[in-house]
Each structure stands twice: as structure tokens, then as C-alpha cells.
Nanobody, 118 residues
Framework: QVQLVESGGGLVQAGGSLRLSCAASGSAFSFNAMGWYRQAPGKQRELVAR???????VYADSVKGRFTIARDNAKNTVYLQMNKLQLEDTAVYYC????????????WGQGTQVTVSS
């Protein structure tokens, strides 16, 4: 059974930095894509950043130049380095992994809270 375990969330002042990690286990196959989504109170879940197995990345416009996604394929781990955090970055951040083996399977972590204070 695939599990995604996130860590690294917390409380930080505006302008500060945090690094999120997500370790995947239980899969005999590597994931085609891994990424991070977030959901703020009263808002829909949105893509923050995504990275393919080959290293291609996609970022939300709101985080470009501030956040960096990276992955360690050998460890099935994805990271999100968040710099210059803003109040509007406050949300629950969810790790996501997509695997294409006899169909598309998508997996989610339990979420980690990121709170940015003024």
C-alpha cells in the first residue's frame, strides 16, 4: 500500500523560509510525477508545484521565483523549498504522487500545515 508522509510544516514569519519533505513508500514502481498542492480555508485545493521523473517542473504563478521543488528518485522523496513566504501562502500543503502502471493511480499525503504570520 502506497503511503506518502509529509514533514516540515510549521509557523514562520513573513519573509521566512520552510522546507517540506514527502517520503513515499509501498510502491515497487517509481512515480511518474510528484508534487505539492495546497488548500487555504474556504478555497479550493490548488497546484503549487510538480516535478516529473525526468526533472521537468511546473509552478503556480504565485510561487514562481520563491519556491523550488526537487526530488530524489532513489529515495522516492520530493521536497519543496519555500522562500520569501507571504501571508497568502498560509494553507495545508498536500503531497501528491502519480503512477502510470496499467492505468493512472494518484496518491495523497495527509497534509501539513504551513502558517505565515505578520
Amino acid at each position: 500500500q502506497v503511503q506518502l508522509v509529509e514533514s516540515g510544516g510549521g509557523l514562520v514569519q513573513a519573509g521566512g523560509s520552510l522546507r517540506l519533505s514527502c517520503a513515499a513508500s509501498g510502491s515497487a514502481f517509481s512515480f511518474n510525477a510528484m508534487g505539492w498542492y495546497r488548500q487555504a480555508p474556504g478555497k479550493q485545493r490548488e497546484l503549487v508545484a510538480r516535478i516529473s521523473g525526468g526533472g521537468s517542473t511546473v509552478y503556480a504563478d504565485s510561487v514562481k521565483g520563491r519556491f523550488t521543488i526537487a526530488r530524489d528518485n532513489a529515495k522516492n522523496t520530493v521536497y519543496l523549498q519555500m522562500n520569501k513566504l507571504q501571508l497568502e501562502d498560509t494553507a495545508v500543503y498536500y503531497c501528491n504522487a502519480v503512477r502510470i502502471v496499467a492505468g493512472v493511480s494518484q496518491y495523497w499525503g495527509q497534509g501539513t500545515q504551513v502558517t505565515v504570520s505578520s
